[in-house]
């Protein structure tokens, strides 16, 4: 008797685990099956060079927004301001053209979801949000990077890379490397 209740449990769970068999299951004993229809496609002549969720105003550790302040969209403007306040550039460059927009939201989110890591860019750098297209951005990626993922080069106050790679997304590991940074730059 155990068996066959197991058997029948077993075949309900199939039924229910594919979509297609549970709208037919569900169709026998009229059960209204409400479709959900995809957004509507956009345009491809449509381009989005501006992120879709907000980038700053963080308050509290989170995947977004990004930072606490709102991050320069230019290089040149990052720049000025990091000459004027004697601070590093912490510029992340993505690929707007990419589908993932070089998983921006999955990356840059994990890298900087503690509000620790959000403080500390923040206190000791200014920071920089660009697309691959704005002016000289392409000139600090490597050629062999396809930009897959974003980014993440500090600058220093004159401009030289003092570091350059992928963001790497796990907190602990973005908490640990902007750490390094700040630690290096106030031993130079």
């Not at 923040?122 to 951005?137: E, M, N, Q, Y």
Request: glycine letters at 6%; aromatic letters at 10%.
């Amino acid at each position: 008797m155990i068996e066959i209740i197991a058997i029948v449990l077993a075949l309900v769970g199939i039924l229910f685990a594919f979509e297609t068999p549970r709208r037919k299951f569900l169709s026998i004993f009229g059960a209204a099956t409400a479709k959900v229809t995809p957004p509507p496609a956009r345009p491809s002549s449509l381009r989005e060079t501006v992120p879709r969720a907000p980038v700053f105003g963080a308050t509290q550790s989170g995947r977004h927004p990004f930072f606490i302040r709102e991050p320069h969209n230019t290089i040149t403007g990052a720049q000025k301001e990091a000459r004027e306040s004697a601070k590093l550039v912490f510029l992340v460059i993505y690929d707007q053209d990419h589908p993932s927009q070089s998983k921006l939201y999955y990356s840059l989110g994990c890298f900087l979801d503690y509000f620790t890591t959000k403080k500390l860019v923040d206190d000791h750098f200014v920071s920089a949000l660009v697309p691959l297209s704005s002016s000289g951005a392409r000139d600090l990626v490597p050629q062999d990077d396809p930009l897959e993922n974003a980014l993440w080069v500090v600058l220093g106050t004159d401009g030289q890379i003092l570091r350059r790679e992928s963001v790497y997304a796990n907190p602990d590991e973005g908490l640990q490397r902007v750490r390094a940074v700040i630690g290096g730059a106030a031993n130079a």
